[in-house]
């Protein structure tokens, strides 16, 4: 029994809809975090491919929408940017009590602490870091009419909506006052950049979404496209300097599911500068989105800290300890998101 799996239905659908696989198929849960499913599929002669579906319980369909990452997923494949290739989209509930894809599996490591870059040479993480860089450019630079997914959002007013709903989000999941956020608010409101163009926007774009050849450093595939929308491509690069530990005052710092701390990668400066370069877009604002994703993350954690305390995410190993980090996060992100706006001209 796999939870997640009708085993037989599932079974039956892949053999009668996907092209060249071969029953029976083997399901094993693979990566972390609670949001869509990833299950490794083994066939009968040791083949695999991946499938992916919505977490268990109720959910709301616009955040777990599979047609919407499958579609964003499919436009990638004749590009430059590194996708896996789908293989095929089931929207019949009936089938897995949910909708589900299926698309190859990459070769290639998730790198997404210290201590699984620690032991990669420092040529590797370099390269890693300009790799990133480029493949994150080369992602904002496609044509979204041309590649077919000039339907997949709104293209202008991105950063304006996303601070009414962040806002919202703040209203109605915060367990106490905290006036850097709302402070914070007022600010990125007053202060938001002219929006450069359109382009697909990951939304959650960072080394642990990435597979990739610890060998080369080179970026396999980029992974979990739920959040894909169209907007302001320097979102992305926003949200990568929240995690980017750096030394040079631009980068936010580190984290536990980033492997920047380790060394090597280079600044975020050289980082923001690389890009530029390919994409000729102005980065005279960029600490504007690293502050707004900043507060973004403030308002995340303390969903998740509002949860936690209210049991709607039991869980008997959080300690003391995790309870304490959970209630301090957002208090330091919307800090570091106040530094961040400062440090704008």
């Not at 599932?10 to 399901?27: H, I, M």
């Not at 201590?115 to 044509?143: C, K, Q, S, Y």
């Not at 929240?242 to 380790?262: I, K």
């Not at 980065?283 to 973004?296: E, H, K, M, P, T």
Request: glycine residues 12%.
């Amino acid at each position: 029994m796999i939870e997640g799996i009708d085993q037989d239905r599932v079974g039956s659908w892949l053999t009668e809809n996907v092209g060249g696989v071969a029953a029976p198929f083997t399901y094993e849960r693979i990566g972390g975090g609670r949001s869509n499913l990833t299950f490794a599929v083994t066939e009968g002669d040791g083949k695999r491919f991946v499938l992916r579906r919505p977490p268990l319980g109720q959910v709301l369909a616009t955040a777990h929408d599979m047609t919407r990452e499958y579609t964003a997923i499919t436009a990638m494949g004749p590009t430059a940017v590194p996708v896996p290739e789908t293989m095929g989209l089931c929207s019949d509930d009936s089938v897995n009590g949910a909708p589900f894809y299926v698309m190859s599996m990459v070769d290639g490591e998730v790198v997404d602490s210290v201590e699984r870059a620690a032991p990669l040479d420092p040529a590797v993480r370099t390269a890693m870091g300009a790799n990133l860089i480029a493949v994150m450019a080369e992602m904002h630079d496609l044509d979204v009419d041309e590649i077919g997914l000039g339907e997949l959002g709104r293209r202008e007013g991105y950063i304006e909506r996303q601070l009414s709903r962040w806002s919202k989000q703040w209203d109605g999941s915060k367990t106490r006052e905290l006036p850097a956020v709302d402070e914070v608010a007022t600010a990125l409101a007053s202060r938001v950049p002219e929006q450069q163009g359109v382009g697909v926007v990951h939304g959650d774009l960072r080394f642990g979404n990435c597979m990739t050849n610890t060998a080369t450093g080179e970026i396999n595939a980029l992974l979990d496209w739920e959040l894909c929308t169209l907007g302001d491509p320097l979102a992305d690069l926003g949200y990568l300097g929240v995690f980017w530990a750096d030394d040079d005052g631009l980068g936010a710092g580190g984290g536990a599911t980033d492997p920047t701390s380790a060394g090597g990668f280079g600044s975020f400066t050289d980082a923001v500068a690389r890009y530029a370069a390919i994409s000729k877009r102005d980065l005279g604002s960029i600490n504007f989105y690293v502050a707004f994703q900043l507060w973004r993350s403030s308002i995340i954690m303390e969903g998740v800290y509002n949860r936690y305390i209210h049991g709607a995410m039991a869980d008997s190993s959080v300690g003391d300890e995790m309870m304490a980090f959970l209630a301090q996060a957002p208090v330091i992100l919307s800090e570091r998101a106040h530094d961040a706006l400062s440090a704008l001209p």
